[in-house]
T-cell receptor, first 112, second 113 residues
């Protein structure tokens, strides 16, 4: 039973355009959400996070939106750059902050 | 500053063999974790530690053991390797739990044949 779902295995966008990566969750107890980025043959790196008390968090080109009623969050990258090409994982936690549930990831390809 | 270092990067084991995956961090983080990532799947937590001498099971602990004798080191032991343990293993650390930024090692690709 997947509690965190990234239904798009891959996404391709043109450089300079917006990339929107989506994530749905089923556990209404999740109260903290994070996005990690992973390049091939490397470990994941932290990108951005959001608490359930917020509906938006921005960090430079990256913005995460949270819609609690829909149990949906999205990561917007504007403008997209070729260096953003990577697998993006959505992750969520419940209260205790050491057990993250990860989605399967979405492979983003940004074409020059 | 090396961050989180995992060794080895690659390993092939025969069924029934055992091995230890090494993980060390130089950031003085209290929290350390072991994850595995199977092909096309997200990361799953195997074991975690909130400080030296304290470890606990994650989501998929069967077939593994850990120890945390120092703040820096968090080795993962595989006893009696099975093909189901073929995966990529990631060690991570964080200052204050996974709701804060966690730093991951480069991973160990393990194949059990």
């Amino acid at each position: 039973d997947q509690q965190v779902k990234q239904n798009s295995p891959s996404l391709s966008v043109q450089e300079g355009r917006i990339s929107i990566l989506n994530c749905d969750y089923t556990n209404s107890m999740f109260d903290y959400f994070l996005w990690y980025k992973k390049y091939p043959a490397e470990g994941p790196t932290f990108l951005i996070s959001i608490s359930s008390i917020k509906d938006k968090n921005e960090d430079g080109r990256f913005t995460v939106f949270l819609n609690k009623s829909a149990k949906h969050l999205s990561l917007h990258i504007v403008p997209s750059q070729p260096g953003d090409s990577a697998v993006y994982f959505c992750a969520a936690s419940v209260g205790s902050n050491y057990k993250l549930t990860f989605g399967k990831g979405t492979l983003l390809t940004v074409n020059p | 500053n090396a961050g989180v270092t995992q060794t080895p990067k690659f390993r092939i084991l025969k069924i029934g063999q055992s091995m230890t995956l090494q993980c060390t961090q130089d950031m003085n983080h209290n929290y350390m974790y072991w994850y595995r990532q199977d092909p096309g799947m997200g990361l799953k937590l195997i074991y975690y530690s909130v400080g030296a001498g304290i470890t606990d099971k994650g989501e998929v602990p069967n077939g593994y053991n850990v120890s945390r004798s120092t703040t820096e080191d968090f080795p993962l032991r595989l006893e009696l390797a099975a093909p189901s343990q073929t995966s990529v293993y990631f060690c991570a650390s964080s200052l204050d739990g996974m709701n804060t930024e966690a730093f991951f090692g480069q991973g160990t690709r393990l194949t059990v044949v």
